[in-house]
């Protein structure tokens, strides 16, 4: 598990915009309040500009100090002088939804990406949606089928942007039927904890320990006890038989430790004797 000290937002998607947004209003908390100088990265989406002004839009009305948008068409644009500067201006950073895939072979090993491990070493928070949630991982989800029984088939898989080891990311998890999927991929790398996140729901992560916010939950699934499996003598379309597999279901109010493998279930108590020691 990753000793980054920055604090990481990792939302399933389809956050509150309208209303109190609480989770971004978290996450604009973290980068400063009234004093954050927020960056709403948008290399995920085709629609840079439109996706771009919503959140600029929202940080703005809760009263964000300031907000810009940055956009990678290309991979020679993440080399630049101005684009790291970009990162390093910034108080918090912000992945918007679209494409994963995009992220990482536009940002992969580029001066931006540095810039942005830098940043996370240094406290900066970071923060991301949907696509902009599955790549905050060393191993992500790239795509898979939803609402269906684990297989190795429906779960294909890629390397993320390496921003918290040891997990896989999912996110829409219930919304759209995804904990088949999410057990095929922890099924093929135990040594991950796979984090089914819902929609306008996130987790805030800092110093292996993430606490849940929002009206959703998050699942746990913890295969890392698994007593038998049969994925060696299965086609990758035949179904997975798994035994031994945890499951955890944590809304508002828990917490989990990663590097233990365990639930928090009072994150009061926890904050308390945290502060004490």
């Known amino acids: 598990m990753s000793d980054m000290p920055g604090p990481l937002v990792i939302i399933g998607g389809a956050e509150d915009k309208q209303g109190e947004c609480r989770i971004l209003r978290e996450f604009m908390r973290l980068g400063g309040d009234r004093h954050a100088h927020v960056l709403v990265m948008t290399v995920a989406t085709e629609l840079p500009v439109e996706v771009g002004m919503e959140y600029v839009d929202v940080f703005r009305r809760l009263g964000a100090a300031d907000v810009r948008t940055f956009d990678v068409s290309h991979r020679n644009a993440a080399n630049t002088d101005s684009a790291v ?16 895939m995009r992220i990482t072979k536009l940002l992969g090993g580029t001066r931006v990406d540095a810039a942005l491990h830098n940043a996370l070493a240094r406290g900066v928070p970071l923060g991301g949606t949907s696509a902009g949630a599955s790549m905050m991982s060393s191993t992500m989800i790239v795509d898979g089928e939803g609402e269906t029984n ?4 429906v779960v294909d898989m890629a390397p993320g942007m390496e921003f918290l080891d040891g997990v896989v990311i999912d996110q829409h998890f219930a919304q759209r039927g995804r904990l088949g999927r999410l057990v ?4 093929q790398y135990p040594h991950h904890l796979g984090l089914g996140i819902d929609e306008d729901t996130a987790i805030v992560v800092e110093n292996g320990v993430f606490r849940v916010m929002g009206r959703g939950a998050v699942s746990v699934v913890d295969a890392g006890g698994v007593t038998y499996s049969n994925l060696e003598a299965v086609e990758s379309d035949e179904a997975l038989c798994l035994c031994g597999i945890q499951l955890h279901i944590l809304p508002q109010g828990y917490g989990f430790h990663l590097r233990d493998r365990r639930p928090i279930t009072d994150w009061k108590a926890y904050q308390s004797e945290a502060a004490r020691s």
Do not use: K, L, M, Y
Not at 85 to 100: L, V
Not at 150 to 153: T, Y
């Open 85 to 100: 500067q970009f990162i390093e201006d910034a108080t918090c950073i912000f992945f918007t939804g679209g494409d994963q």
């Open 150 to 153: 684990p297989r190795i088939a």
């Open 184 to 187: 095929s991929a922890v099924a």
